[in-house]
């Protein structure tokens, strides 16, 4: 760009944004457009000649796993000032659940039913990652994951489109900070749009089949929010949708997110995912690819070279009109605006918080805390009395893994940050009691019982044994899917043997998903599911086996007791054969040739009890709460008016504790048939012992909107119901009426 170009887009100013992209959209080559539609794997802390090359020359508008500075500055140097335009590039990173501090896994964060834990998280991360010269994240993934044998079940929000939406919004906003222009924001990437969380058999990248009502109600929902909560980017998923891969999903892309959602960011294949077209069996090659791809409406090509080599061609033969590759480079200039990266490209690390300071593992612990979920507590035997014991036994492969319990997606995680929990159960002992360490397993998938006499001996000798176990970080997370979800390896037997002792165990679950726990349940006296907790796992937990604090989380997915039961959650709907107690027979129990129709004739496995192991927003607390009072100010409600839902929630026990207090609805009789139950609200409630709370929702006719039978949202007059409590089983429930809209009064319509 010429001296005079340049003054040219300086006196047009960064506060009239599209005449600035338009000016410099009009100022671009053919070949510099695409450029900036190329996003291009970095080199690892160094530039080689050919990506300097490639830079320079307008080639490159974006750059991902690049986290050195110096690095990082050195390539917008090239772009800034030595390419002919002088346009900045965008640096990209999967920040997932924190940067060198981390954060629990986002599944877990999703069992804090808490916004503010998922926005901290999410803006530590960003600072974190700033420092190092990225300003773009792939993150929020906010698929729903209803199939735990899914590896990156571990990096959704849960099952919930509800919690999920909720909780997407806030790690946008936490990402992206007040204003994307600040030095310490990151452009957030909502992804894998969509339906990703639905692939065949829980298989990483199969197929998926889901029908338009059930995309638009369960699996949309969430990217929406993420959208209307102003989201830079979206990435396209890998998966095939009903024929049409995702990268070439002319519906997703351009009629719901553009067209419907009036979206104005851009979106970025997944890695590879525009030549993968034709491995699909979608096109003959990867020109027919980059058609396909930017025809659907995907903006960028992350890592595949194929815009590059075959889109300035497609747009010249006419194959791909101009004024859509114009629309593709504009969307990404836009962002690069927002970001003001325009104004300052580089980084300086010295400006930042140091990555893992004080502040940030404090705010990494607080999560922690606040993702753990107590499954179970037979007897009270939580909180431990540091008081009360002579001898703790530590026991299994997860207890003192710096490592493993960070979890998945952690490029720039920092182990020696980690403090482990046997580090900080040995801390807070502070000599008052014996904490002795064995193994028992070398690793979660270790199947030798050799260790198994030394943990036995350690859990005689003691008054408890904590056993940690789970799923190392590596058995979940990207293409780390399991056929089988219960504990891997030796585990349940290490269970059965240490349990056999009779001294009280508490097992500690460290894992990426939601595990079948069945066969070992009963044998555990208490069940603390902390998930892969970061950082802090150590201290988190420490402070809630003794007390210090108290559990707090519920559960964002449901365990099923075996795999076979999967996929099953809570908001399925009702069928024409539902089961109940009195239908269910166990095959254990059908009679010897008995007639063939003597099993109940209703929808359930034989070979396991119908509910799950733990419902959907289960989780329990070192106190009890009590549900009492539940009232509706209207009985009436009109489909554009809402409804308060009051409940009266008692803290019945001896301590101070936190309740997630949910609220669900039913409707029975629709156009289209419904869930058995939807989440349409929930709070955070601290109570201290004795204390009652009103606790006041407001539920909105909109919020009962659903895709009817042509498809459009529609709210319908009829009967709802109405339950409040402290998980998808809530019992108190009441109901309400929806009705047509109420006339306008004269005075309304004067
Ligand atoms: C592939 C993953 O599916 C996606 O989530 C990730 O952001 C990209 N690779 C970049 O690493």
Redesign the pocket.
């Known amino acids: 760009m010429t001296r005079t170009e340049t003054a040219i887009l300086d006196r047009i100013g960064r506060d009239e944004p599209e005449a600035f992209v338009q000016e410099l959209l009009a100022r671009m080559t053919l070949p510099e457009k695409v450029g900036q539609l190329n996003l291009v794997n970095g080199q690892g802390g160094h530039v080689g000649d050919d990506l300097a090359a490639h830079v320079r020359e307008g080639r490159v508008g974006a750059v991902?796993?690049e986290v050195d500075p110096a690095t990082v500055n050195e390539l917008q140097r090239l772009a800034v000032d030595e390419s002919r335009l002088g346009i900045p590039l965008l640096v990209?990173?999967?920040v997932i659940h924190g940067f060198r501090t981390v954060f629990p896994i986002p599944l877990a964060q999703a069992c804090s039913w808490d916004p503010e834990v998922v926005r901290q998280g999410a803006r530590v991360a960003a600072l974190e990652a700033a420092s190092r010269g990225v300003n773009w994240t792939?993150?929020p993934?906010v698929d729903i994951g209803r199939d735990p044998r899914w590896g990156?079940v571990a990096?959704c929000l849960g099952e919930d489109p509800h919690l999920a939406s909720i909780l997407a919004a806030a790690m946008v906003e936490g990402f992206q900070g007040e204003d994307l222009s600040d030095p310490g924001s990151l452009a957030a990437?909502a992804?894998?749009f969509a339906g990703?969380g639905a692939s065949e058999s829980g298989k990483d990248y199969a197929s998926t089949n889901i029908p338009e009502r059930e995309l638009r109600s369960v699996h949309l929902p969430p990217f929406r929010a993420a959208a209307d909560a102003g989201v830079a980017s979206f990435?396209a998923?890998?998966s095939d949708l009903d024929g049409i891969p995702a990268s070439a999903n002319h519906f997703l892309m351009t009629q719901v997110l553009r067209q419907e959602w009036d979206f104005r960011g851009f979106v970025v294949s997944?890695?590879d995912s525009i030549p993968q077209l034709t491995v699909h069996g979608l096109t003959r090659g990867p020109r027919g690819a980059a058609r396909e791809a930017a025809m659907a409406g995907v903006d960028m090509d992350?890592?595949g070279w194929t815009y590059l080599s075959h889109l300035g061609e497609l747009v010249e033969s006419g194959d791909v009109p101009a004024e859509r590759l114009d629309e593709m480079v504009a969307a990404v200039l836009r962002v690069k605006l927002r970001l003001g990266l325009f104004d300052h490209p580089w980084t300086n690390p010295a400006a930042f918080p140091a990555p893992g300071n004080p502040d940030h593992r404090a705010a990494a612990r607080e999560a922690a805390i606040r993702s753990t979920v107590l499954l179970k507590n037979e007897g009270s035997l939580l909180p431990l009395s540091p008081g009360n014991l002579t001898r703790l036994s530590v026991i299994g492969p997860l207890a003192d893994e710096p490592h493993e319990q960070l979890g998945t997606w952690i490029f720039d995680g920092d182990p020696s940050l980690s403090t482990t929990p046997l580090q900080a159960l040995r801390e807070s002992s502070e000599g008052r009691f014996a904490v002795r360490y064995v193994r028992g397993l070398e690793t979660t998938r270790d199947r030798s019982h050799d260790g198994f006499h030394e943990a036995v001996a350690a859990a005689e000798e003691a008054d408890v044994a904590i056993l940690f176990l789970g799923e190392e970080a590596i058995l979940s997370g990207?293409a780390h899917c399991r056929a089988d979800i219960s504990l891997p390896g030796a585990q349940e037997d290490l269970i059965r043997a240490v349990a056999a002792t009779r001294t009280p165990v508490v097992v500690v679950l460290m894992a990426g998903r939601p595990l079948a726990l069945e066969s070992v349940v009963e044998e555990v006296d208490a069940l603390l599911c902390a998930w892969h907790p970061g950082t802090e796992a150590g201290p988190a937990l420490a402070d809630l086996l003794f007390g210090v604090r108290s559990p707090s989380g519920k559960l964002a997915a449901t365990f099923p007791r075996v795999t076979g039961q999967v996929p099953i959650y809570y908001a399925h709907r009702n069928t024409g054969k539902p089961v109940s107690p009195e239908s269910w027979t166990h095959m254990d129990h059908l009679p010897r040739g008995a007639p063939q129709l003597s099993a109940g004739m209703t929808s359930f496995h034989m070979d396991t009890h119908f509910t799950p192991l733990f419902p959907f927003g289960h989780g329990l607390s070192y106190t009890r709460f009590e549900y009492s009072g539940l009232t509706l100010d209207r009985h009436e409600v009109p489909v554009d008016r809402a409804v308060g839902v009051y409940v009266q929630v008692t803290n019945a026990g001896a301590r101070r504790g936190t309740e997630v207090v949910q609220l669900y609805v039913r409707d029975p009789v629709a156009s289209v048939t419904r869930p058995v139950r939807e989440l349409k609200a929930f709070r955070r409630v601290e109570l201290e012992p004795g204390e009652t709370r009103t606790v006041r929702f407001v539920l909105h006719a909109s919020q009962l909107a659903f895709p009817g039978r042509n498809m459009r949202s529609v709210v319908e007059p009829g009967r709802i119901q109405v339950w409040v409590g402290g998980s998808s089983e809530a019992s108190l429930g009441s109901e309400f009426e929806l009705v047509e809209k109420t006339p306008p009064t004269e005075a309304e319509s004067a």
């Open positions: 991902l796993n990209g990173r999967d792939f993150a993934m990156r990096e990437c992804k894998h990703y990435m998923s890998f997944d890695w992350m890592a990207e």
